[in-house]
């Protein structure tokens, strides 16, 4: 299973965009990269996954490079409400894989 | 929108004292986790459970920890005796099916061992 690796921390100015990076060198072919993210003291909350394909959703975009090997998740438009620990994770399309979520990324989104 | 409850929300235990959480999964989701999140990282798997059949407890501490899903529905984790190390927040999640997909997590329990 391919480990990610994320900055620890990152500072978003509130009403722009929020950029969160990812890489994943050894991301195999099956294996899709989620995002999860996980406000102070609540339990993770799904946001968005892909294969190959950039996707959008009502919550972010995630931009996936064309050699699978980084990503990066995109809020439009950060709010307070956004400052969270971001975690990227890849996993397989079928068969057992144990989830592991590593540190994450920490937003702060300042006023 | 269906949401994973988890019970108590806090707990605070002497410890050598036995605690127990309950979870009860989305309906029909048939994949159930149980994770431990220490302060300042990300959340650990402890065990995951297919319908009533344990799946993956390979980071289950069994000395102390059990977790059983009877009838393939709720579920409860618990830990006897409970050491000052196992304070952490006890987060369940579900999803499904068995293989990878989006899971739904609850609001965790926030365990004190003093």
């Known amino acids: 299973d391919a480990k990610t690796t994320q900055p620890p921390s990152m500072d978003c100015a509130e009403g722009r965009a929020a950029n969160l990076p990812c890489n994943h060198s050894?991301?195999?072919?099956?294996?899709?990269v989620y995002w999860y993210r996980q406000i102070h003291s609540q339990g993770p909350q799904y946001i968005i996954h892909?294969?190959?394909n950039n996707e959008t959703n009502e919550m972010a975009s995630l931009i996936i490079t064309e050699d699978r090997k980084s990503s990066t998740l995109i809020l439009p438009h950060a709010t307070l409400r956004d400052t969270a620990v971001y975690y990227c994770i890849a996993l397989n399309s079928g068969g057992y894989q144990k989830v592991t979520f590593g540190t994450g990324t920490k937003l702060q989104v300042i006023p | 929108e269906a949401e994973v409850a988890q019970s108590p929300r806090y707990k605070i235990t002497e410890k050598s004292q036995a605690v127990a959480f309950w979870c009860d999964p989305i309906s029909g989701h048939a994949t159930l986790y149980w994770y431990r999140q220490i302060l300042g990282q990300g959340p650990e798997l402890l065990v995951q459970?297919?319908?009533?059949?344990?799946?993956?407890d390979s980071q289950l501490p069994k000395d102390r920890f059990s977790a059983e899903r009877l009838k393939g529905v709720d579920s409860t984790l618990k830990i006897q005796p409970a050491e000052l190390g196992d304070s952490a927040m006890y987060l369940c999640?579900?999803?499904?099916?068995?293989?990878?997909?989006?899971?739904?997590f609850g609001p965790g329990t926030r365990l004190l061992v003093l």
């Open positions: 892909g294969l190959k």
């Open positions: 459970f297919q319908d009533e059949s344990v799946v993956d």
């Open positions: 999640a579900s999803s499904p099916r068995w293989y990878q997909e989006t899971q739904y």
């Open positions: 050894t991301i195999s072919g099956n294996e899709y």
